[in-house]
């Protein structure tokens, strides 16, 4: 079954190192929603990916945080110097159009636990 | 700023009766809501939608209200089962893709 897969599904970090997360979205989608979840908190949008336009960044927290999407399918999540407010889950989603009545497939997700 | 928001945190229901789960939002340009369900350990699946054009939507057990001019949308699970015990997200969007979350409601359903 393909569907969205994201690695990896846990990482415990140390305050001030860099994480990459990954998401493989489910072939032939073409967009791509990175979120974040803390604890008890509702997902947080954090950017969006569309084909070959250029990405909605506004959801991004900082400047430590960057995502890129190689070649239009598997995305990568960058956070600089983690911090703990970083810790969360972060949850990748995508989608196989960007119309109004498109449907999201999530991944799993990634607990980023930074100490 | 959460421009969605699930005020129940929890909710504990018997098996066989109806569940209803809510959902408040501020945004009036929101024209489509949709449903999400949350088993521990996975991502959320698509449950049910609904578009501003309606105030019904339902499918088998599940029926999504929506009341715009109170900003408020519902789901109700009919007759609710134990495997219906999960978090349930309601989300929000307009313009292109943006998605507006809530913080989640979990729903316990007791045989």
């Known amino acids: 079954g393909a569907g969205v897969s994201q690695s990896p599904s846990n990482k415990v970090t140390e305050k001030g190192k860099d994480v990459e997360l990954r998401c493989d979205p489910i072939?032939?989608?073409?967009?791509l929603y990175w979120y974040r979840q803390s604890l008890g908190q509702g997902l947080e949008f954090l950017i969006y990916?569309?084909?070959?336009?250029?990405?909605?960044k506004s959801g991004l927290p900082s400047d430590r945080f960057s995502a890129e999407r190689t070649g239009g399918s598997v995305s990568t999540l960058t956070i600089q110097r983690t911090q703990q407010e970083d810790s969360a889950v972060y949850l990748c989603?995508?989608?196989?159009?960007?119309?109004?009545?498109?449907?999201?497939?999530f991944g799993p997700g990634t607990r980023l636990t930074v100490l | 700023d959460q421009q969605v928001k699930q005020n129940s945190p929890s909710l504990s229901v018997q098996e066989g009766r109806i569940s209803i789960l809510n959902c408040d939002y501020t945004?009036?340009?929101?024209?489509?809501f949709l449903w999400y369900k949350k088993y521990p350990a996975e991502g959320p699946t698509f449950l049910i939608s609904?578009?501003?054009?309606?105030d019904k939507n339902e499918d088998g057990r599940f029926t999504v209200f929506l009341n715009k001019s109170a900003k408020h949308l519902s789901l109700h699970i009919v007759p609710s089962q134990p495997g219906d015990s999960a978090v349930y997200f309601c989300?929000?969007?307009?313009?292109?893709?943006?998605?507006?979350f809530g913080s989640g409601t979990k729903l316990n359903v007791k045989p």
């Open positions: 989603a995508s989608s196989s159009i960007a119309g109004v009545y498109n449907e999201q497939f």
């Open positions: 072939s032939g989608h073409t967009a």
């Open positions: 990916f569309q084909g070959n336009s250029a990405p909605d």
């Open positions: 945004n009036s340009m929101f024209d489509y």
């Open positions: 609904i578009s501003s054009i309606k």
């Open positions: 989300a929000a969007k307009y313009n292109f893709n943006k998605f507006y």
